[in-house]
């Protein structure tokens, strides 16, 4: 980027850690109380389980499209992407708060607009950062991520305390006030300033078949991520059920909360560090143990102190998942693929992982209860953790041919 063109570094540092936190805490409003909230309008597991699997339904087929518009479309700023997007969940996420009594019908189609455009907004604000990294800018992704973490902490604590004095359905309000302010972070965010490629640079971007088939090592992680999330994911979208199974209410939730994001923030000191020592797919790999680990912490609590003294296993589990991921995608495919990659990532994670999660969540509550279900998740991301294993193998053996 040309440096006459290039904001101050420090602006955009700060200002994208104020991305991220809104992102985050935005993220909480309607997610964090999400099945308190669909328990108290009636919905049971297997029901909330579907909604839950349709917003990851609805990611996995946008990510891809959006990132896929972006390639193309380099003349388009991601941030009008970006907040288009929000814009249009806005509306969704005022429709769900003003229908209270709505059905199972109403509930799947606003969820979709949720999941297919505010969840799918977070891979392309990724990229936003990343044009600036790659550029040379040293904007901090991993602390941003570690402040969004924070943030996220930070609303689940108010959240708790609202939802305790007047109940589930004000967290749709908080919701909605975070969208409008995340919307205006996003359009205020300095669009990066891209010079015309070279012909020698120039590359018609792949679909994303293509760019699993050109890497089996990055493919087989992907495969990794996409079990290690299927069982990670319930941890948390899910907690309110192992809370109340060892002992807590849905009030004591958001202390919970408060615990498993705020001890993502420390890996965002940290992260730097680590990826210059063990690479982004070593980190990959060592996220999805300590995942599968607070798995196995949390099916053993006795009670409810148990399962906040399991929360800092999160520093080394999803708060290092997220970075890293990042990274990983950064570093594996090729520079005109890179929303797409960020997009296919998401799309594996939190988009047909998070969906195959809540499936497995909904069925194994109603069946046996949250001991099945954390029994379940743990061994998914026993096996993420495996495969990981084997496409790092796979990846230093063809290194050394």
């Known amino acids: 980027m040309t440096n006459h063109a290039a904001p101050s570094a420090r602006r955009l540092d700060y200002h994208y850690i104020a991305m991220q936190a809104g992102f985050w805490a935005m993220f909480a409003g309607v997610c964090a109380y999400q099945t308190a909230l669909l328990l108290n309008r009636g919905f049971s597991n297997s029901e909330i389980g579907l909604i839950t699997a349709v917003r990851c339904v609805a990611g996995i087929v946008s990510q891809p499209l959006l990132g896929g518009f972006a390639d193309r479309h380099p003349e388009v700023p991601l941030k009008v992407l970006v907040s288009g997007s929000l814009g249009v969940s806005l509306l969704a996420g005022l429709y769900y708060l003003l229908r209270p009594g709505m059905g199972l019908g109403e509930t799947v ?99 994303a078949l293509a760019l699993l088939r050109r890497d089996p090592a990055f493919t087989l992680t992907l495969a990794g991520v996409l079990l290690g999330m299927t069982g990670v994911l319930p941890f948390s979208n899910f907690l309110v059920n192992v809370v109340v199974s060892r002992g807590g209410s849905e009030a004591d939730l958001g202390l919970a909360l408060f615990l498993m994001a705020g001890f993502e923030l420390p890996t965002g000191f940290l992260f730097q560090r680590l990826l210059r020592r063990f690479g982004s797919a070593r980190l990959l790999l060592v996220s999805l143990v300590f995942c599968a680990l607070k798995g196995a912490a949390l099916l053993a609590a006795p009670g409810y102190g148990a399962v906040l003294l399991a929360q800092p296993l999160q520093m080394l589990g999803y708060g290092l998942f997220t970075p890293a991921s990042v990274y990983y995608v950064n570093e594996s495919v090729p520079p005109a693929d890179r929303v797409r990659g960020q997009t296919v990532m998401m799309a594996a994670s939190n988009g047909l992982g998070g969906m195959l999660g809540s499936f497995l969540a909904g069925r194994t509550l109603d069946a046996g209860g949250a001991d099945l279900m954390l029994a379940c998740c743990t061994a998914c991301c026993c096996a993420g953790a495996l495969l990981c294993l084997l496409a790092l193998r796979q990846k230093s053996q063809g290194i050394s041919r």
């Open 109 to 207: 189609a606003v969820v979709l607009v949720l999941g297919g455009l505010e969840v799918s907004a977070y891979p392309l604000m990724d990229a936003m950062a990343i044009q600036f990294i790659n550029g040379g800018v040293p904007i901090r992704y991993s602390l941003g991520r570690g402040v969004g973490s924070m943030s996220y902490a930070v609303i689940c604590v108010g959240l708790g305390w609202i939802v305790g004095r007047w109940g589930v359905e004000y967290t749709l309000l908080v919701h909605t006030a975070l969208v409008v302010l995340e919307i205006a972070l996003v359009l205020t965010f300095p669009t990066y300033p891209a010079a015309p490629p070279s012909a020698a640079e120039v590359r018609k971007p792949q679909s």
